[in-house]
């Protein structure tokens, strides 16, 4: 997973860096007008976008996180497709499959659920692990393999899954790998009583989905993806990013620290929160301020941990404390 400084981006120009900023504030103030009182979530959900990766909101039902990934998807003006997981959800559901055409006599290829822009799993926790299995290749190089046979998903491509927590009915844990894939984790939680007031006066007659306008289409997201990539990062900033995830891997509360994948997504996080910030370089405060959204859903608590009540963001929280921050210049 490692790349070469020549293969990233050259640095976007000023007037680049505030065209992006302008993009993604509007991505950012078109979401907020159906998801009331979650700005922070919102940012969240618009900086995962710009990095190239995927979102997983986890939450009780009814908090408005499938809400947030249908106005994610409306307001690029992209190709969506929802997934509803349940325990008989078939992998070739996601993938699909191959299908005998007697008069081509040839095998014909039926894509599946996961072929577009924006690909919605709503409550992915309720799926067999197997199924859940089918969108690791999917997430991680853009493509679909059946039956020997590869097909490229379409570009951009991110997925926006929504969980339950464990503790309720019918769910299963997501395998480490597919946790791994997701670059950031964000909880709703349930909203003031004024958010709530307003989410009443404005949803109460009519599907406020449907009244969305896209405020950006695909080929600039995907652009725009591209440019963000080569946001500068110093070499120091760099090393805070690996600290914050090798002290993880020795942090006595955990027996599973976050992997060099999720250093990968983390500064690719940084990067598309600095450009919302209108600058063109990442500091460390990018980096510190990401880490629990990034990191917090890879790690596994040890026993006595998890027996304690320890909740794996503490944990971060306490990291992004202890690990020193880099000074400016150095």
Sequence with gaps: ?????????????????????????????????????????????????????????????????????????????????????????????????????????????????????????DEINRASPKTQSALLECMEERQVTVDTTTHTLEDPFMVVATQNPLEMEGTYALPEAQRDRFTARISLGYPSAEAEAQMLAGHGSLDPISELVPVTDVKEIADLVTTVRGVHVAPAVEQYAVALSAATRTHPRLRLGASPRATLHLVRAARALAVLEGRAYVIPDDVATLAGPVLAHRLLLAADAAVAGTRPDDVVAEVVADVRVPSPGS
């Design 1 to 121: 997973m490692t790349t070469s400084r020549r293969d990233h981006p050259a640095p976007p120009e000023p007037q680049r860096t505030t065209e992006i900023q302008q993009t993604a504030h509007r991505l950012v103030t078109n979401i907020e007008t159906v998801v009331v009182g979650k700005s922070g979530a919102v940012r969240t959900a618009v900086i995962v976008l710009l990095a190239g990766g995927h979102l997983l909101l986890e939450d009780v039902p009814g908090v408005g996180k499938t809400m947030l990934s249908k106005a994610l998807a409306r307001s690029i003006d992209g190709t969506v497709r929802r997934i509803q997981f349940t325990p008989d959800l078939l992998p070739s559901d996601v993938t699909g499959t191959s299908v005998w055409d007697p008069q081509a006599r040839a095998f014909e290829f039926h894509p599946g659920a996961v072929f577009g822009n924006i690909v919605v799993g």
